[in-house]
């Protein structure tokens, strides 16, 4: 099947999008249709052994720590939807995750807990929002927070890009919603929305000179002024902060090194069908990347320049199939990117081993419960962080009915049951877990449907209610 790109750029113009959106789009497509492979093979990577750990950089001074925190900005990934919750629709960040405090809101705890330390007014806090979050965020924010507070956040606008009808390879038309056309690339776009707009140039005129990049729900990934301060002294343009891979991260990316020796990150969607046996061997790769990452920004400034505007970093093709009216089911594919990969784009790139602390995560309801329960404890600065006794939360299994943050909310009406002892929670079926219920060791409930575990009861081993 021939592939070409005229439709995609007439598409693209006529929805507003600039040329270099378009050729950075054309570049993709040219990419994934020319018969070139997208895969990162086994025979041309080998493992990263091991890395300089996070507890071995050293502490900066207090006046040294209020110099570091006026040259650094925070961004936070905001593109995604609560979809893996349960939710048919609305940013993540707007989800409650703790009492009645959403992502969006610690996260904004935390910027104001920084700007405290740090004496300043700056410190802006920029959100990377998509075409689906946009207005609810801009809306919240309106909602809920004055001007004083306001004036420190700014938005990023990521890009859309057109969903590919995997049959013909023509873009995907749905006459009933223009916007189910379109999807976000990805957040490897965070390069390019950066240089089409004034915030770099912005950024770099004020002096601010790193910039921290996390997914916004991860709420244990506060800055750590260790970090830009050993990139400052070693000359570092591009940091990634890893953790050791487990159990539960074997179909996760995992960070190698190329032929040469550089960093590269591995996407799930970038291993081929044979190489998925040696892609799960924790021990072999042993680190995943946390999607923590920081950047010299006039590194970025000037690579991004000098490749004309974008990278072409490795290519994710992800197949969905859509649902449409009538329950008719339409096969796309999407050409995304992301963030990390951008490792191997810059001489000098580092990265370092950090606890699995900084490194949580609410990618479904299971990780709802944990966070919102006592195995995570909410330091002063307003990181989410597990309790010091854990080095990862319990691996927890919900009733398949639990499938919606409403779902969720009838299951566990009040507190999260006590966790901080529980190593596996299995639940078989629905039911109502009242306040003050604590789950210890290994806890199996095979209860009849709507069960209810009594407040305060103590639930350990196999439990039949």
């Known amino acids: ?23 950075a789009f054309e570049s993709c497509c040219r ?11 086994e025979k041309d990577i080998s493992p990263v052994e091991s890395l300089v750990k996070l507890e071995e950089l050293a502490i900066p001074e207090p006046d040294r720590e209020r110099e570091l925190l006026h040259k650094c900005a925070v961004l936070k990934l905001n ?56 207005k609810e965020t801009q809306t919240y924010l309106s909602w809920n927070y004055g001007s004083d507070e306001l004036k420190h956040v700014e938005e990023l606008i990521q890009s859309k890009v057109p969903r590919i009808d995997a049959e013909t390879l023509d873009p995907y038309v749905c006459w009933e919603n223009e916007d189910r056309e379109w999807c976000p690339p990805g957040h ?13 140039k912005s950024l770099l005129e004020r002096n601010i000179r790193y910039l921290f990049v996390s997914n916004i729900d991860n709420l244990g990934a506060a800055p750590d002024m260790r970090i830009p301060a050993w990139m400052e002294q070693n000359r570092c343009p591009f940091l990634m902060e890893a953790a050791r891979r487990c159990e539960v991260d074997k179909k996760g990316g995992h960070l190698a090194l190329d032929r040469e020796g550089r960093y590269i990150l591995r996407e799930s969607g970038m291993c081929a069908p044979e190489d998925r046996e040696s892609f799960a061997d924790i021990d072999r790769y ?10 010299d920004l006039e590194a ?83 990181s989410l962080r597990l309790v ?12 398949a009915e639990i499938n919606s943050v409403s779902s969720f909310e009838r299951m566990f009406p009040g507190e999260a049951p006590g966790l901080r002892e529980c190593s ?11 306040s003050g219920v604590v789950c210890r060791g290994s806890v199996h409930i095979k209860g009849r449907r709507n069960f209810r575990a009594a407040k305060g009861s103590v639930l350990e081993g196999e439990v039949l209610l």
Request: glycine share 8%.
């Open 1 to 23: 099947m021939e592939f070409s790109f005229t439709a995609y750029a007439d598409k693209m113009k006529n929805a507003g999008l600039s040329d270099l959106r378009v050729r």
């Open 31 to 41: 990419r994934a249709f020319s018969g070139s492979s997208i895969y990162l093979y």
């Open 79 to 134: 593109g995604g939807l609560a979809t893996t919750i349960g939710l048919e629709k609305g940013p993540k960040a707007l989800v409650k995750v703790r009492g009645k405090l959403c992502f969006l809101d610690i996260v904004m705890l935390q910027m104001r807990a920084l700007r405290k330390v740090s004496g300043t007014e700056g410190l802006p806090l920029i959100l990377m929002n998509s075409f689906n979050t946009h």
């Open 188 to 200: 490897g776009d965070l390069y390019l929305s950066l240089f089409c707009s004034n915030i770099l």
């Open 286 to 295: 042993r680190y995943f990347n946390t999607n923590n990452i920081w950047f």
């Open 300 to 382: 970025v400034n000037k690579a991004a320049a000098a490749h004309g505007g974008f990278f072409e970093l490795p290519l994710i093709c992800n197949s969905k199939v859509l649902k449409e009216k009538g329950g008719a089911e339409h096969k796309v594919y999407q050409l995304e990117t992301a963030c990390g990969t951008a490792i191997s784009q810059f001489s000098g790139s580092a990265a370092i081993e950090v606890p699995r602390s900084r490194f949580a995560p609410v990618k479904n309801l299971a990780d709802l419960l944990s966070v919102r329960s006592d195995v995570f404890v909410m330091h002063d600065d307003y």
């Open 388 to 399: 010091e006794e854990r080095e990862r939360p319990p691996v927890v299994t919900l009733p």
């Open 424 to 434: 596996r929670l299995v639940i078989d079926t629905p039911g109502v877990f009242e």
